[in-house]
């Protein structure tokens, strides 16, 4: 049997307010921080050529355990809450792992 597809999505977002949606991460963090199934990495990366937008990649086990947390009432809380904090709407691009490679 095969095993689980690691599932990545990738928010891009544009704020002038990024301390106030880093405190809200960090409180997503501990709300989620006792459940299974949640992320299981999260890298936030700042665009050099237009500062106020950014692209946070978050990496699940599978499909199946991204959906559960997206479904999760806490989520569309934190959607709401950060979508209040954009300038623009955030896009978001999900994505099935295909491969990576970790240099030394």
Do not use: W
Not at 7 to 16: A, P, Y
């Amino acid at each position: 049997m095969d095993a689980p597809v690691k599932f990545i999505q990738i928010v891009d977002f544009e704020t002038e307010r990024i301390e106030e949606m880093r405190k809200l991460s960090e409180e997503m963090d501990e709300r989620f921080a006792s459940r299974s199934g949640g992320p299981t990495h999260r890298l936030v990366l700042r665009d050099r050529n237009q500062p106020n937008r950014y692209l946070v990649v978050i990496e699940f086990n599978s499909y199946e355990e991204a959906m559960a947390t997206s479904n999760a009432p806490e989520t569309a809380e934190f959607a709401q809450r950060m979508a209040a904090l954009c300038t623009r709407p955030p896009a978001f691009t999900d994505c099935d792992l295909e491969g990576m490679t970790e240099f030394k």
